[in-house]
């Protein structure tokens, strides 16, 4: 297989550059060195896995099927024991606790309760009085652009109603941090681009931080910070970019030739976690 080359202003971005702004911050997750391995084969290929996560910050993660995505993030979760390395949380001051908000591709919700009583269920066994609960869970539906729907069933929403419920579930413990596993890929394309842009807004309106595993590479270079591509041949280390610094920010990417040329190249990345030969990128 041919050697995959990017293009020149993209090569020194193979060994997880960061601005010196953000290295200043603690990262609310941290996966260091991250490896697993089932019995009869190793999930995560070729390499281990380390990224962090800071506020204000959507991270994606981009890989072939297979190079581990989904398992990464369960091991982020503490769903799964990784073979190797290790994972930092960022504990919140006033509960000495991490405060993890999480959503999966599949969107369940109990469809004998009302959409209030489904977004609240993250938090009905806190310490929070039912009207708090109700109250809380009200707000995230509203920030969620859902106002009205409270009292609704499932059944009644449609399929991009559903994803902004799913996500407003995910707001509802007032997280630090959105683990989100294909959090839009159910609903149709033309809502995805409102889905992600929603996403961003609250994420940078409330200083959050997202990881987002995906394999939406059209979406992860629009509305990402930073990216990473799982799944390396040749032993090669995983890139980390910075798109906000690379091709400039999100809402005018999708223009601009940096950003046709980076979506290309990885493009052709991730054709070689595949096996399939690709010649090497002109200089």
């Known amino acids: 297989m041919g050697a995959l080359r990017a293009p020149n202003d993209l090569r020194h971005l193979r060994s997880g550059e960061q601005t010196p702004a953000k290295m200043i911050l603690t990262p609310l997750i941290s996966l260091h060195g991250i490896r697993h391995k089932f019995i009869s084969h190793t999930d995560m290929q070729n390499g281990a896995i380390s990224l962090d996560v800071r506020e204000n910050e959507i991270v994606c993660v981009v890989g072939a099927s297979g190079s581990g995505k989904t398992s990464l993030l369960k091991i982020a979760l503490g769903l799964l024991k990784a073979t190797q390395g290790t994972v930092s949380l960022r504990i919140k001051e006033d509960s000495n606790l991490p405060c993890v908000g999480v959503a999966f591709q599949s969107v369940h919700f109990l469809p004998w309760r009302n959409m209030e009583d489904n977004v609240r269920a993250p938090i009905a066994h806190s310490k929070a009085t039912l009207d708090n609960q109700r109250s809380a869970a ?34 509802v413990n007032d997280p630090s941090l959105l683990l989100l596993d294909e959090p839009f890929n159910s609903v149709d394309a033309y809502l995805r681009d409102e889905l992600h842009e929603l996403l961003a807004d609250l994420v940078h309106d409330q200083q959050l931080g ?74």
């Open 138 to 171: 009200r707000a995230v539906l509203e920030r969620a652009s859902l106002d009205g729907v409270a009292h609704r069933f499932p059944h009644e929403l449609s399929g991009g109603m559903r994803a902004r419920a799913a996500l407003a579930r995910a707001l």
């Open 210 to 283: 997202a990881l987002i595993v995906t394999h939406d590479l059209d979406h992860s270079l629009a509305f990402a910070d930073r990216l990473v591509v799982i799944g390396c041949v040749d032993g090669e280390t995983n890139p980390t970019i910075d798109l906000n610094a690379r091709i400039g920010s999100r809402g005018n990417r999708r223009s601009l030739k940096q950003a046709h040329a980076l979506r290309e190249y990885l493009i052709g990345f991730l054709r070689t976690t595949r096996g399939e030969t690709v010649r090497d990128k002109p200089t």
